[in-house]
């Protein structure tokens, strides 16, 4: 079982404009843990922090201060500790035609994961990459593995690259808002997705999102940033329905309308998503 725990996080940019320079400090010694089989939401308007807490989980960028432990232990930052730390930590970028090269074929895309971190051998990824198309409900046959990613539907494109950030075989999965860029008639067969592929897995998952109702009903803790701090943290249905903050408050009140979020939560429970404990059996949401 992998915990990922964040102690103090901080990050720090040095800005040049012609020959001033300034600071611009993005994150502000965030805390939080992730554990396996929960998910925290991590919720923000534009700005405030959230992909800058991502890059610094996935170590592409360097925090300026503070420390990153998986189970206890501290993190490496290149060669060999980098790659373990990375076949252990995976990500699930916004958009997945950024995220995946036109010129690869969808084979490509999940046998060089497969090959990388040892999960399978020349003879048997091609075969593997079938089965992790299965695990996201895509077409598995060879013709499928053979398309290019622009051959696809936004919602396919994004199974592709969830089914890319399984291959190594991670414990914590890191998803950047990951339904942000789809139809909303396919948000919430992906989320579904995620959900069940958290359970299967026992996965420690961190949920980037702006959108309250899906942090909401897909989450066990949210946690609330506003330029580069958290202001707000907790159970998910108790940050909803009785926030102590006023810019959570904002943020609220800029959410679509509680009918809305009790459709989406009853299309949720038609379609059988799992949901977190604290909201599987409460009978109003809105």
């Known amino acids: 079982m992998t915990t990922l725990t964040a102690t103090d996080l901080s990050k720090t940019y040095l800005l ?11 994150v502000k010694e965030v805390s939080f843990e992730l554990s396996p089989g929960r998910t925290l939401a991590l919720v923000g308007q534009s700005g405030s922090g959230k992909s800058t807490i991502a890059k610094l989980l996935m170590q592409l960028e360097t925090p300026t201060s503070g420390s990153l432990l998986l189970d206890g232990a501290p993190i490496g930052r290149r060669g060999r500790a980098l790659a373990d730390y990375r076949h252990q930590v995976q990500m699930v970028f916004q ?10 074929s969808i084979a490509h895309h999940l046998v060089r994961p497969l090959l990388l971190h040892g999960r399978a051998t020349s003879t048997t990824a ?26 696809l539907s936004g919602g396919q494109r994004q199974r592709v690259a969830i089914a890319r950030a399984l291959a190594p075989g991670p414990s914590v999965l890191v998803a950047d808002e ?6 909303v008639s396919v948000r919430l067969g992906v989320l579904n997705l995620l959900a069940r592929l958290q359970q299967e897995e026992d996965l420690a998952m961190l949920y980037i999102t702006h959108d309250l109702a899906t942090a909401r009903h897909f989450s066990d803790e949210i946690m609330v940033m506003f330029e580069g701090r958290v202001v707000e943290r907790g159970p998910a249905d108790d940050v909803i329905l009785s926030p102590q903050q006023e810019f959570t408050r904002r943020l609220l009140a800029a959410a679509p309308e509680p009918a809305t979020n009790q459709r989406f939560l009853a299309e949720a429970r038609r ?15 809105a």
Do not use: C, I, T, W
């Open 16 to 26: 040049r404009n012609g020959l001033r320079f300034s600071r611009l400090q993005a």
């Open 95 to 104: 958009d997945p035609f950024a995220s995946l090269n036109p010129y690869h």
């Open 126 to 151: 091609r075969g593997a990459a079938k089965e992790l198309l299965d695990r996201v409900n895509l077409p598995s046959d060879e013709a499928f593995l053979e398309r290019r990613p622009h051959e």
């Open 178 to 183: 990951p339904v942000s860029m789809l139809d």
């Open 271 to 285: 379609r059988g998503v799992p949901m977190p404990d604290h909201l599987a059996h409460q009978e109003d949401l």
